[in-house]
């Protein structure tokens, strides 16, 4: 078994896809991790020593995240064609749109190998203003796409039915090549409940410093409930350095901290510990995948809060692990932090609830055979 996985960044694959190529290492397989360039690269180096120290081989192309310049592009995509056909996998595995549009055309020109698309959401050339160069694009993608697996032996794995319905709007796959898988799971023996109960009013969104992951509306529910003389500790953790057209300016977040609004605790290597200060995780995204940092959440103990979304939805039990809310709506959202401030039990309960959902869906030891027997 060799398997490559193709994606935009090693800082991403580290994160999300770690456990998934120790498995497939554990199993006596090879495995190459081939990426596009990171403008974060200090997190970036760090993943990439991490890959090395577990005999994980690496490859950097010249694509981006993004689709900024067509010529970094092109030589991007002949760089995976050439990792690729050095490497010889049997299975490659695309996960991120980018990686996913580079992966289908780039295994044309490999033989004898197996296609696995991951889609967790797709990406922001789909979601905002269309604008005319944003069309050009969407009409490229959906014929190579078309075009491409055709031709190719492949599954997709989807995480929610969602983005299954929205994918159908690019192409109609095989039903017999589709796949759900919760997310890509937790590891629920290091990602512990605290042995104790903390007191205070911690609440965290951890997430990239995006407007759609709700931030702004995290901000507003905080000073709702100041205003309103409810307090506690509102925390934001995650990084800020981003080609994502809803990136939040650090200035900005800076003036929220002077404010005494928010503590922002940037990047956060170490989640396991920042989780046991907290007593509420909050994600009050505009759509996701499967968020990592809510069964992550679960797997802690702690009630969640996120919104009535794709991706955010599934990863709860609604009113027993956590609230939903709608997406976009400071006061729904403050309304829910505050039923949670003011009722300790509840609190207790609801993570409680959050754990033997985590044991029972989304612990590693489920989520990632379900990935390997399609490798083989």
């Known amino acids: 078994m060799r398997v490559a996985f193709i994606l935009n960044d090693a800082a991403f694959f580290v994160s999300h896809r770690l456990p998934l190529a120790l498995s497939v290492i554990e199993k006596g397989g090879d495995v190459l991790v081939v990426t596009g360039t990171n403008i974060n690269q200090v997190l970036e180096n760090e993943a990439i020593n991490l890959l090395r120290k577990n005999n994980i081989s690496y490859k950097c192309c010249m694509f981006s995240q993004g ?13 995976i064609i050439y ?3 050095c490497f010889k996998p049997t299975t490659v595995h695309s996960v991120t749109s980018k990686g996913n549009f580079m992966a ?12 696995i698309l991951s889609v967790s959401g797709l990406g922001t050339m789909f979601t905002g203003r269309i604008n005319f160069k944003k069309k050009i694009f969407l009409y490229i993608y959906k014929s190579i796409l078309k075009i491409s697996l055709f031709r190719l032996k ?7 039915y969602d983005d299954f319905e929205n994918f159908k709007l690019i192409i109609e796959p095989d039903p017999k090549r589709v796949r759900f ?27 990239r410093m995006l407007y759609e992951k709700g931030v702004n509306e995290f ?7 100041k205003n309103n003389k409810v307090y506690g500790n509102f925390f934001l953790a995650g990084d800020t350095i981003s080609i994502n057209p809803s990136a939040i300016p650090k200035d900005r977040i800076n003036s929220w901290v002077e404010e005494g609004i928010i503590t922002y605790l940037e990047h956060e290597n170490d989640m396991k510990n920042l989780y046991k200060k907290m007593s509420i995780i909050c994600l009050p995204s505009w759509r996701e995948g499967f968020p990592k940092v809510l069964m992550e959440a679960a797997s802690c103990g702690l009630p969640v809060i996120t919104t009535d979304v794709p991706g955010c939805r599934h990863a709860i039990i609604e009113n027993e692990t956590g609230f939903l809310v709608p997406p976009k709506n400071s006061n729904a959202l403050a309304k829910a932090i505050q039923t949670l401030f003011q009722d300790e039990d509840l609190r207790e309960k609801m993570g409680k609830a959050g754990r033997l959902l985590a044991l029972k869906k989304f612990d590693l030891t489920i989520i990632v055979p379900q990935i390997i027997k399609l490798y083989i």
């Open 67 to 79: 689709f900024t310049n067509p010529l970094f592009e092109t030589v991007g995509l002949i760089q």
């Open 83 to 85: 990792f690729l056909n």
């Open 104 to 115: 289908v055309i780039a295994v044309n020109f490999i033989r004898k190998v197996k296609l």
């Open 154 to 160: 492949y599954e997709i794995i989807f995480q929610n």
């Open 181 to 207: 898988v919760a997310g890509s799971g937790v590891d629920t023996n290091v990602m512990l409940p605290a042995k104790k109960q903390i007191k205070e009013r911690n609440i965290l969104l951890p997430a």
């Open 219 to 225: 901000v507003e529910a905080a000073r709702i409930l």
